[in-house]
């Protein structure tokens, strides 16, 4: 099975992997279902977006030319020299009322210039597309963000009355360790070109959680529900975390950059599986 990160758009509501036709519900197009959890995408943005040089800035002119010759219409304008990309968190529910939402893109209203544009105080309808999936705000009770970016934590946090208040004020905020103590030791992103954005993002989008009391910083290996643990994923970021959702025989890893397009996927040939038990 394969559940999209960034940078991809959304599959068909039945997919094939490897011979195998993953289980997928009818009442959602991209529902997926894996055991006793309900998986559903929740887009912010989805479309063309980014040239490839812009996406993959180390890569081999030559060799990215030759990986985009294969990548589906779908996913690459042509004609535009643009990757279609998908900014969107996964909501994960079960029958026992868990609301867990993995990762909250960029949110509304945030200052997000000099280098991102396109996100910058944009007002989209994140949270109504949210309610037509017949969740709101104050049912959410777990949100798992992978990685402290600023397009992973956004939603965290609303404007209200001039002040950023967490959008879900009943949830657990779960967050990689290793990154919340970068964060307070003035060690995060320093060299990065999103340095300056990316603290704007943690001071409207992270401390506000903290302050709150709704944050719990963990480790790898934490497990936040039955079947449900996070894992090491580092790499994008220094203590990126991957949601690993268990079922008897199968394993669903919902990676969120790991692979941020399908050229991404071509060049380091990971991809989102079940893996079948011995």
Not at 9 to 37: C, F, H, M, W
Not at 38 to 65: C, I, N, S, W, Y
Not at 165 to 177: S, V, W
Not at 269 to 274: D, P, T
Request: proline share 7%; with cysteine; glycine share 6%.
């Amino acid at each position: 099975m394969r559940l999209d990160p960034l940078g991809c758009r959304l599959p068909s509501s039945v997919r094939q992997v490897g011979g195998e036709v993953e289980k997928v519900s009818d009442t959602a197009p991209n529902t997926v279902v894996i055991g006793k959890y309900r998986l559903d995408p929740v887009a912010e943005f989805e479309g063309p977006r980014m040239q490839p040089p812009a996406m993959f800035t180390k890569t081999d002119p030559q060799h990215l030319a030759r990986l985009l010759e294969r990548t589906p219409a779908g996913s690459y304008d042509k004609a535009a020299n643009q990757l279609f990309t998908s900014v969107h968190t996964w909501l994960v529910r079960d029958d026992a009322g868990m609301v867990l939402l993995v990762d909250t893109c960029f949110g509304n209203l945030k200052n997000r210039l000099p280098t991102h544009p396109f996100f910058h105080m944009q007002k989209n309808d994140w949270l109504s597309k949210l309610a037509a999936l017949g969740v709101q705000p104050e049912d959410v009770t777990h949100v798992i963000n992978t990685h402290l970016h600023l397009d992973h934590v956004g939603w965290n946090t609303k404007l209200v009355d001039g002040v950023w208040k967490p959008t879900f004020h009943r949830a657990r905020h779960i967050m990689p360790r290793l990154e919340v103590d970068l964060v307070k030791a003035g060690k995060w992103m320093r060299h990065e070109v999103w340095h300056e954005v990316n603290l704007r993002s943690i001071a409207d989008s992270v401390v506000p959680v903290i302050d709150a009391g709704l944050a719990d910083f963990v480790d790898p290996e934490f497990q936040v529900a039955s079947d449900i643990r996070l894992l090491p994923c580092y790499g994008h970021s220094p203590g990126m975390l991957l949601v690993e959702i268990l079922r008897r025989i199968e394993r669903c890893n919902c990676r969120r950059r790991s692979a941020a397009s399908p050229v991404a996927g071509a060049q380091s040939q990971r991809e989102y599986r079940v893996l079948r038990k011995a």
